[in-house]
């Protein structure tokens, strides 16, 4: 069982690694003495690949603190090779039948500066050689076989995606209604830029609600796109970058809609969500570039975010 630390990190989880900037872990393991206590005597990291994008490599405890940096090793001509040594007696200490968690950090190379976008990051395995303190033999300590989470570089991130309208309301009818609300927040690094190309909403209802036309639009501009429905779905793409971009500041998207009401209807309610944050390779309802890269997914808990009840 992984010690959890949630503050530092701990366990490693999919992350957005922002270009120019240290990650959270990357990868997490536990790690134990069985036969006597020991000290780390070398790290070694084997990526899934060569990686551009990462600068420096850092082994850390479970609570975040550097314990040292790792190197690339000069002797793997493949280049997916992290190692760093330890002299006797300097390496941090595993007490004898303890756990022991340790995870690896790294700064990523600037824009412009080597990193590039979108690159998939993996560790593969992350093996230590430690040296027991009673009997001075040096053996490798493997942790259990669990795969390491996948990550992806980025040059921004959404921080909050949330209801930007009254957590409930009445029903609203009649064309061109206001349906939902959102507002969305995140840092780009410089030069770069976040914005949003295509949301995916989900709908839920009474039977005696009717919703059509889907029309997304903005509280700063004008400009309206079109949306499809399809089930429970409402799928805006293509959406132009002056509803799409993301400044300095939070921006509030609009979701309008025709709706029409049953006669007689007893308890109708509509409320409209952004389910999924997705994951690497499969679609979230938030789909994004940062104006290199293009992404499906956001590092956010489901649902990203509901708006408003209306009943």
Not at 4 to 10: H, K, L, P, S, T
């Amino acid at each position: 069982s992984m010690i959890q630390n949630a503050d530092a990190g701990f366990p490693a989880q999919s992350q957005f690694l922002i270009l120019g900037e240290r990650s959270d872990p990357i990868a997490s393991a536990s790690f134990f003495a069985r036969l006597e206590p020991a000290r780390v005597r070398e790290v070694e990291v084997v990526m899934e690949d060569e990686f551009e994008s990462i600068d420096i490599m850092y082994l850390v405890d479970g609570n975040g603190e550097q314990l040292g940096q790792l190197s690339l090793d000069p002797f793997d001509t493949t280049d997916k090779t992290w190692t760093r040594t330890f002299s006797a007696g300097t390496g941090k200490r595993l007490e004898k039948d303890a756990e022991t968690v340790l995870g690896i950090e790294i700064l990523l190379k600037g824009r412009n500066a080597g990193g590039t976008s979108e690159e998939l990051i993996e560790v593969d395995t992350f093996t230590l050689t430690v040296e027991g303190e009673w009997s001075q033999n040096t053996y490798e300590n493997v942790p259990a076989q669990i795969p390491y989470p996948m990550h992806q570089t980025a040059q921004a991130e959404f921080t909050i995606i949330t209801n930007a309208l009254s957590a409930t309301d009445g029903l609203p009818v009649g064309t061109n209604q206001l349906v939902a609300g959102f507002s969305f927040d995140g840092d780009a690094v410089p030069q770069a830029t976040l914005a949003i190309e295509t949301l995916e909403f989900d709908i839920a209802k009474s039977s005696s609600v009717t919703v059509s036309n889907f029309q997304l639009g903005a509280t700063d501009t004008s400009t309206r796109t079109p949306c499809t429905l399809s089930s429970t779905t409402v799928t805006c793409s293509s959406i132009p970058a002056e509803l799409g971009a993301i400044g300095s500041s939070p921006r509030q998207l609009r979701l309008f809609a025709d709706v029409a009401l049953a006669s007689g209807a007893q308890n109708p309610f509509l409320q409209i969500s952004l389910n999924q944050p997705g994951s690497i390779g499969s679609n979230g309802a938030v789909r994004w570039t940062d104006g290199t890269g293009h992404f499906t997914w956001v590092d956010m808990e489901a649902p990203v975010a509901r708006s408003t009840r209306f009943e």
